[in-house]
């Protein structure tokens, strides 16, 4: 069986990083799918923490344009660790695997693979 894999990404006023990361996350997602290592039925959640910008219109556009994307909007700023908890609790019963990484980009997104090959092991 093929896992299902979810990553889950806090984001709080992330309006400048989030067009140009949510293009690599999705890149890597296809490449492990096309590999076999991840179920085509894969997912990227973004979850909204409250953001004062663009972040959730643009969280909403990816998900409208990509079947790969999800969104989870907080009511208000409740912190990275809670809307962290929030996306993993949200998707815990639809997939085999979760990895959580930040929006930023400064995680090596290469390391997500190497979590899904050790998972696997």
């Known amino acids: ?14 309006q400048e990083v989030l067009p140009v990361t949510s293009g690599l996350f999705l890149n890597k997602l296809r490449e492990m799918s096309g590999k076999g290592k991840i179920s085509e039925e894969s997912k990227i959640v973004f979850v909204n923490d409250g953001s004062r910008d663009e972040t ?3 969280i909403s556009e990816l998900a409208s344009s990509e ?15 809670n809307a962290l908890l929030a996306g993993l ?7 085999d695997i979760t990895i959580s990484i930040d929006c930023d980009g400064q995680d090596d997104i290469g390391a997500i693979e190497a979590m899904v090959d050790e998972s696997l092991a």
Not at 2 to 7: A, G, H, K, S, T
Not at 89 to 95: E, G, H, L, S, Y
């Open 67 to 81: 079947t790969e994307f999800e969104g989870i909007s907080l009511s208000r700023n409740r912190g990275h660790q």
């Open 1 to 14: 069986m093929i896992p299902v894999l979810y990553i889950v990404i806090p984001c709080f006023n992330e």
């Open 56 to 58: 959730w219109n643009i």
């Open 89 to 95: 609790m949200t998707v815990k019963d639809r997939c």
